[in-house]
């Protein structure tokens, strides 16, 4: 055995095991992952639900209060998925009048279409689709794709970021209201996604070196950016289902009674690459699974039994004869052959770090210089506007 190999070993408590190379175990085979989860649960889902109910009543309050002068108090995104679909659902019970927007970056699946249009016709909300240039995007996400990294999820998570932020300035909208949750989210290895998703300047980069196509219309959110949207357009975001006694299986529950809402198969299977990135790509090229992490997550939450998790681990990914679907739609959508995608499968994998990060030295220097030379000025005006 070699010194990078290690025995396999699964955690006794959750479902996590050694195919995410960060994991430790402790004499009782319990992992790190367990363990962080539960200090992080302690501060936030396992408190006392009437503790947390008032802090989200709070919230609620904030929210109307931020925005009662304008048409719209909150800004929800809405893929079609479990969380933000019941995001929708409570705003409604809440009272809010949320402006509902959906990112289509070309890949929206039927199902997922008719879940959002089922959403937006029963709560009566406007919906703001924001429509990508697909033509940018492609060659964005295939620049991606070439450049042998593992999160080729960056691009789509750039957007809706820097999306949000661009339609609240748009309508003058002060709150954000996300599905992000620890229950069905709390673990997941770094070595599993990229931790810096707004880093602009490894997106620029892997684009210019794989990329054909200029990128006019893809929008950004870099330090500079997040610097002045944190100075002058501060927003009240707030994550309700940490704070709400969230079961994702009621919550499906509730969708399919309220809005005939149906089910995808899997998590954020409501997109079609998302679906074969997740389901295909990941295991295939880089080993990962991620239903792992998300079974883990719910394990770790009492939402089901290590015993279902495992069941669950046991079956594909998703259906063999769509995976052969999704990949004859993907390469005809990327226009590009089953040869050359298999090229890029085959080819090893590449750290993000390798085409550069906004964090290095050079590019962050010039971010600090801007921070300082700007950042008072930005400052001033912020108090001279009242925020």
């Known amino acids: 055995m070699s010194k990078t190999e290690r025995t396999y070993q ?25 363990k962080d ?7 936030t889902i396992w408190r006392p639900l009437d503790v947390r109910l008032k802090e989200l009543e709070s919230g609620i309050q904030k929210i109307k209060q931020l925005g009662k002068n304008s048409k719209y108090d909150c800004l929800v995104g809405l893929s079609g998925g479990v969380d933000s679909s019941y ?40 919906l703001y689709t924001y429509v990508i240039n697909w033509e940018e995007f492609k060659d964005l996400q295939l620049a991606y794709i070439k450049a042998s990294v593992l999160d080729i999820e960056v691009p789509t998570d750039q957007l809706i970021y820097a999306t949000l932020h661009r339609i609240a300035r748009k309508y003058k909208i002060k709150s954000i209201i996300n ?13 599993w996604y990229y931790d810096d998703k707004l880093d602009i300047v490894n997106l620029t980069n892997i684009h210019k070196q794989f990329g054909t196509t200029k990128l006019n219309n893809f929008p950004k959110l870099g330090l500079t950016r997040q610097l002045i949207n944190a100075k002058l357009h501060a927003m009240y975001s ?29 998590k954020h299977y409501e997109s ?3 679906r074969f990135y997740q389901g295909y790509i990941l295991p295939r090229k880089f080993h990962v699974d991620k239903r792992r992490a998300h079974l883990a997550s719910l394990v770790a939450s009492h939402s089901i039994s290590r015993a279902e998790a495992l069941t669950e681990l046991e079956k594909p990914t998703y259906d063999a004869q769509l995976q052969k ?52 000025m930005l400052t001033l005006i912020s108090k001279l506007k009242g925020n």
């Open 10 to 34: 699964l955690c006794t408590r959750c479902v996590m095991d050694t195919t995410a190379p960060e994991i430790t175990f402790d004499v009782d085979g319990i992992c790190n992952f367990c």
């Open 179 to 191: 599905g992000n949750n620890i229950s069905s989210e709390g673990i997941l290895p770094r070595s």
């Open 272 to 274: 079609i690459f998302t």
């Open 87 to 126: 995001i929708c659902y409570w705003a409604k019970q809440a009272g809010l009048r949320p402006l509902v927007v959906h990112f289509d970056n070309g890949w929206n699946s039927e199902l997922a279409v008719q879940n959002i249009n089922n959403i937006i016709a029963k709560t009566g909300f406007d």
């Open 325 to 376: 679907e999704d990949y004859t739609y993907a390469i005809k959508k990327f226009g590009i052959s089953a040869e050359e995608f298999e090229s890029y499968m085959q080819k090893a994998p590449v750290p993000h770090a390798h085409y550069g990060t906004q964090w290095d030295k050079k590019e962050f220097r010039k971010y600090y210089i801007f921070k300082r030379v700007v950042g008072p």
């Open 238 to 266: 707030i994550s309700p289902l940490n704070l709400l006694d969230y079961d994702k299986n009621k919550a499906k529950e509730v969708l399919i009674k309220e809005f005939g809402w149906r089910d995808y198969g899997g």
């Open 37 to 43: 989860f539960d200090e992080l649960a302690k501060k």
